[in-house]
């Protein structure tokens, strides 16, 4: 078994309190979503993984989030989405487009809820996560084409038949349901001087990395996507949108090739810096996850440590978070990828 160490509160800390940042999202918020949150999904393991830390050269602690019925992270975010929803007189259905983790999120929210729920995908789609979905007791309707495509034909359907649309990243509930991430690890593992964060829409970016300009200004936001779906990370660098043509990652889970403005203006605010990376270390990654933690995740899990491998001198000897967001991958690519 893989050494760990455990990490607790620790008393004393004196946690920051500077202005909050001028972005969409709202600390307190994050906090009272806390309790609208499934319990599977709050308090998620976050420890020190020696070995791990001894092969990149740094104290790394790993954040876990596919300790969950869904293996992944987004089901802070749905939670918090439909609390809101089962409260509210106006809608008792709910659509959105995903490539596999949000929709098997809102599925999975949704049937708590006793809310009908309609997933749209892309052709590409992850057909585990699909089967998932279905699971769950969601509609799946399939587009041709990617998530574009899929986030296309949902807002068409959501107007067309009162359904509620759940645009992640621009539902602001969404981000601040990840950002309950960010409060478990300043309130949890003491100082850090990093924290990697995979940025795909920008939910869990801009929630984590709000939480720690708002608690922890000190700590790095990092943000980290593929070369081969960069829009984000070139509209971060551009400060303005840049959308791309198309996409060609096994991450699918970050794949997107339109960055919503709104998500934009808060990631130029909350993250510090934003880095590409090759899938030779995203699969790298996803081996020493696998060597050094016993972990099996999915490709968009691994982007942190992908990171540190492409840019070791910049955390030699830190103290470094990465958040293990999702393990939906398919058995035999994950055994082609990593064997």
């Given at each position: 078994m893989p050494e760990v160490i455990r990490l607790r509160p620790k008393e004393n800390i004196q946690i920051s309190q500077p202005a909050e940042p001028a972005v969409r999202l709202d600390i307190d918020r994050i906090r009272s979503s806390i309790p609208r949150i499934a319990p599977v999904f709050r308090n998620t393991p976050q420890y020190i993984c020696p070995p791990l830390g001894a092969a990149l050269d740094c104290?790394?602690?790993?954040?876990?989030?596919?300790?969950?019925?869904?293996?992944?992270f987004k089901g802070r975010g749905t939670e918090t989405v439909m609390a809101r929803l089962a409260d509210s007189p106006d809608f008792k259905a709910a659509i959105c487009a995903s490539a596999g983790n949000l929709g098997q999120a809102l599925a999975y929210s949704?049937?708590?809820?006793?809310?009908?729920?309609?997933?749209?995908?892309?052709?590409?789609?992850?057909?585990?996560?699909?089967?998932?979905?279905?699971?769950?007791?969601?509609?799946?309707?399939?587009?041709?084409?990617?998530?574009?495509?899929?986030?296309?034909l949902a807002r068409r359907i959501a107007q067309s038949e009162g359904a509620f649309l759940v645009e992640d990243s621009e539902n602001l509930d969404t981000c601040e349901g990840a950002g309950t991430i960010g409060i478990e690890l300043v309130e949890g593992v003491g100082p850090v001087d990093a924290v990697l964060v995979a940025l795909g829409g920008g939910a869990m970016a801009t929630g984590v990395g709000y939480v720690f300009k708002c608690l922890a200004p000190h700590?790095?936001?990092?943000c980290v996507q593929p070369k081969g779906a960069p829009a984000m990370a070139l509209s971060w660098r551009a400060r303005s949108v840049v959308e791309t043509d198309r996409v060609d990652t096994i991450a699918d889970g970050v794949a997107g090739r339109f960055p919503i403005p709104a998500v934009l203006?808060?990631?130029?605010?909350?993250?510090?810096?934003?880095?590409?990376?090759?899938?030779?270390?995203?699969?790298?990654?996803?081996?020493?996850?696998?060597?050094?933690?016993?972990?099996?995740?999915?490709?968009?899990?691994?982007?942190?440590?992908?990171?540190?491998?492409?840019?070791?001198?910049?955390?030699?000897?830190?103290?470094?978070?990465?958040?293990?967001?999702?393990?939906?991958?398919?058995?035999?690519?994950?055994?082609r990828w990593v064997r």
């Open positions: 104290e790394i602690i790993l954040k876990l989030e596919t300790a969950n019925p869904i293996r992944c949704g049937q708590r809820r006793g809310i009908s729920t309609t997933v749209v995908v892309g052709s590409d789609a992850n057909p585990y996560k699909l089967e998932r979905i279905r699971a769950l007791g969601a509609t799946v309707r399939i587009v041709d084409g990617d998530i574009e495509d899929a986030r296309d700590v790095e936001i990092v203006d808060d990631l130029l605010i909350v993250a510090d810096h934003v880095a590409l990376v090759e899938e030779d270390s995203i699969i790298e990654g996803m081996r020493l996850l696998y060597r050094h933690a016993g972990l099996v995740v999915e490709p968009s899990a691994a982007l942190g440590v992908a990171a540190i491998l492409e840019d070791r001198s910049r955390y030699r000897d830190r103290r470094v978070v990465t958040i293990i967001c999702g393990a939906n991958v398919i058995p035999a690519d994950f055994e």
